[in-house]
T-cell receptor, first 119, second 113 residues
Framework: DSGVTQTPKHLITATGQRVTLRCSPR?????VYWYQQSLDQGLQFLIQ???????AKGNILERFSAQQFPDLHSELNLSSLELGDSALYFC??????????????????FGAGTRLSVL | EDQVTQSPEALRLQEGESSSLNCSYT??????LFWYRQDPGKGPEFLFT???AGEEKEKERLKATLTKKESFLHITAPKPEDSATYLC??????????????FGKGTLLTVNP
């Protein structure tokens, strides 16, 4: 058990709908990352939050947004869903991700993921 | 742009047959190279992190090594429970997204009894 909790485990929805994925980081971790994993693309970085603030963006669509709350949990919102959005969505957390450095603080621990199926 | 290439894409071994997985990378200053194990339908599980050329890490039947251009994951006398996808990722030292991980597509390892 990595200590990172993601809910729900599975989501089945229709095209055009909106869903919210939730992530609780490991105790003490300030940074949360969201990744998308599809069969053809592998794991792709979407977005990072550090202590409540957006820190970095990757290949995240405009239809997708995220936030990190004061208790450090994070939510990824996916809207106007398309068939191609079907994938595994992973959340990871680490201690570092802001202005601090330190080897073990950079290790990202992943949750079990949310499998999204858009029909 | 950071790039990670893993080979082979798939590897089938007999129990006890040692082998190595390769991870070649291009990154603008390496903060760290990470190995993860991923079982079907589960999240990546952290195995090792390496920071500088020449560094080695070991855990049970696995040993990871790092050079300036690639990393190897050596598997000694594997068992069926070592079957999984092994992912390599790099973290760059500089740039706006310098804490994100850039992953390779993985090597699917199957160990037959």
């Amino acid at each position: 058990d990595s200590g990172v909790t993601q809910t729900p485990k599975h989501l089945i929805t229709a095209t055009g709908q909106r869903v919210t994925l939730r992530c609780s980081p490991r105790s003490g971790d300030l940074s949360v990352y969201w990744y998308q994993q599809s069969l053809d693309q592998g794991l792709q970085f979407l977005i990072q939050y550090y202590n409540g603030e957006e820190r970095a963006k990757g290949n995240i669509l405009e239809r997708f947004s995220a936030q990190q709350f004061p208790d450090l949990h994070s939510e990824l919102n996916l809207s106007s869903l398309e068939l191609g959005d079907s994938a595994l969505y992973f959340c990871a957390s680490s201690v570092a991700g802001g202005n601090t450095d330190g080897k073990t603080k950079n290790i990202q621990y992943f949750g079990a993921g949310t499998r999204l199926s858009v029909l | 742009e950071d790039q990670v290439t893993q080979s082979p894409e798939a590897l089938r071994l007999q129990e006890g047959e040692s082998s190595s997985l390769n991870c070649s990378y291009t990154v603008s200053g390496l903060r760290g190279l990470f190995w993860y194990r991923q079982d079907p339908g589960k999240g990546p599980e952290f195995l090792f992190t390496l920071y500088s050329a020449g560094e080695e890490k070991e855990k049970e039947r696995l040993k990871a090594t790092l050079t300036k251009k690639e990393s190897f994951l050596h598997i000694t006398a594997p068992k069926p429970e070592d079957s999984a996808t092994y992912l390599c990722a790099v973290q760059a030292r500089s740039g706006g997204s310098n804490y994100k991980l850039t992953f390779g597509k993985g090597t699917l390892l199957t160990v037959n009894p």
